[in-house]
């Protein structure tokens, strides 16, 4: 069965570096998510992307954060100066339709320090 | 300013039906209605959305009420393994809002 992979599982960083969080959607799907979880926390959206662009975004998503999709295959998440408070786990998901099932990857297990 | 309200926690008894409730009260009217659930360090997975009418497939029930204020998901026969976190989600557009979810206990 086809499923969305995410690397790294865990990421270490310091507050202030940059980090980019990678995820492999599946292969037909067009429509793509990145979302987090605050520990103990419920799954809060961050952002939508279609046709190479974002289609919808939170009010979490600010001017730090951006998505890309370089290759056709990877879907990337940079964060380009962490905080403490971006500490989470992020899940990628991605869909065939709209508004379809989403198929979310295991998850990158943040922690800024 | 949560668009979905679920109780905390449920507990049934195993091979008994479960009626998971949310109350969406300021939906719109091209909001769609989605149930997620999440085990344990895994991502969320699929399992039910629907728009007005109600809607079947192999794991679930989804009941919408007529004014679309509130929906039920229905587990028909809960087993061990449905043990998760249930997400009830509106999703507006392409943007998706998740509820606190219910914590489902079963108990064999």
């Known amino acids: 069965e086809p499923e969305v992979t995410q690397t790294p599982s865990h990421q270490v960083t310091q507050m202030g570096q940059e980090v980019i969080l990678r995820c492999v959607p599946i292969?037909?799907?067009?429509?793509f998510y990145w979302y987090r979880q605050i520990l103990g926390q419920k799954v809060e959206f961050l952002v939508s992307?279609?046709?190479?662009?974002?289609?919808?975004k939170s009010e979490i998503f600010d001017d730090q954060f951006s998505v890309e999709r370089p290759d056709g295959s990877n879907f990337t998440l940079k964060i380009r100066s962490t905080k403490l408070e971006d500490s989470a786990m992020y899940f990628c998901?991605?869909?065939?339709?709209?508004?379809?099932?989403?198929?979310f990857g295991p998850g990158t297990r943040l922690t800024v320090t | 300013d949560a668009k979905t309200t679920q109780p905390n926690s449920m507990e049934s008894n195993e091979e008994e039906p479960v009626h998971l409730p949310c109350n969406h009260s300021?939906?719109?009217?091209?909001?769609?209605i989605h149930w997620y659930r999440q085990l344990p360090s895994q991502g969320p997975e699929y399992v039910i959305h629907?728009?007005?009418s109600n809607v079947n497939n192999r794991m679930a029930s989804l009941a919408i009420a007529e004014d679309r204020k509130s929906s039920t998901l229905i587990l028909h026969r809960a087993t061990l393994r449905d043990a998760a976190v249930y997400y009830c989600?509106?999703?507006?557009?392409?943007?998706?809002?998740f509820g606190t979810g219910t914590s489902l206990t079963v108990i064999p």
């Open positions: 300021t939906i719109s009217g091209t909001d769609y």
């Open positions: 989600i509106l999703s507006t557009g392409n943007q998706f809002y």
């Open positions: 998901a991605s869909s065939g339709g709209f508004p379809g099932e989403q198929y």
């Open positions: 629907g728009l007005t």
């Open positions: 292969s037909n799907h067009l429509y």
């Open positions: 992307f279609y046709n190479n662009e974002i289609s919808e």
